[in-house]
């Protein structure tokens, strides 16, 4: 896939999904619902899940139902409905092994400074999407993007996710979306992970779901170029960050509003 596929109509592109892959037929259900909708409204569709998640609060936190089974998974949603998927990677050595049944490696936000890791991302000549880190500034992501470009690979976009306010809170400078794109590359705004509680005393990371469309609204507003959002049938009784997550049947009403608002901005 190269990354012109999700930029060449007029509207945003979403990445969308579950956090985590916690079975098959659930991803295929998730996957069939946002496919049915994107094609509706003319948003090219990136279909997201992580194989497994490395960054936890606990030990007992689930990680995954194991990485080969969960990215064959992937590739049946691929296969399937004909859609591109991204996945987390995060060492060097998985970049190979995800770029077999994947179109985008993304990079968590907290690994985006790792050069090998960008590196052998970039060397699969998959898309790279990098998460801009809670530390760092947007114009500190010229830097990540240019090492995946260096080592030879020009398809590359960028993430907002929020930055660090506090100790148990995110905030989204809209100033960074702007910025970023000046670099010459797509910016998407993650919506749910901007709206994290990280560091709750439970050891579960908090949310607020209740803003998600105020600030997907707000990155459309200001030139975001893509939307990612996690999605769940029921987030309360999800394995990953169910706290911050939008429940699948919200999803259409948000992409209609989002859809006119691009319209009127454009």
Known sequence: MDIKEL??????FLLAGPC???????????????????????????????YR??????????????DEKALKILAKVRNTFGVPVVTDIHTADEAEMA?????????????????????AAAKTGKVVNIKKGQFLSAGAMRFAAEKVVEAGNP????????????????????????????????????????LQQPNQTSGVTGGMPQLIETVAKAGIAVGADGIFIETHEDPSVAKSDGANMLRLDLLEGLLEKLVRIREAVR
């Open 7 to 12: 930029t060449s109509t007029d509207n945003f």
């Open 20 to 50: 985590v892959i916690e079975g098959e037929d659930m991803v295929l259900r998730i996957a069939d619902h946002v496919v049915n909708v994107t094609r509706r409204l003319n948003i090219p569709y990136v279909f997201k899940g992580s």
């Open 53 to 66: 998640k490395a960054n936890r609060s606990r030990l007992d936190s689930f990680t995954g139902i194991g």
């Open 99 to 119: 770029a077999q049944y994947v179109d985008v490696l993304q990079i968590p936000a907290f690994l985006c400074r790792q050069t090998d890791l960008l590196v």
């Open 155 to 194: 398809n590359v976009m960028l993430t907002e996710r929020g930055t660090t306010f506090g100790y148990q809170d995110l905030i989204v400078d809209y100033r960074g979306i702007p910025e970023m794109k000046s670099f010459g590359f797509p910016v998407v705004l993650d919506v749910t992970h901007s």
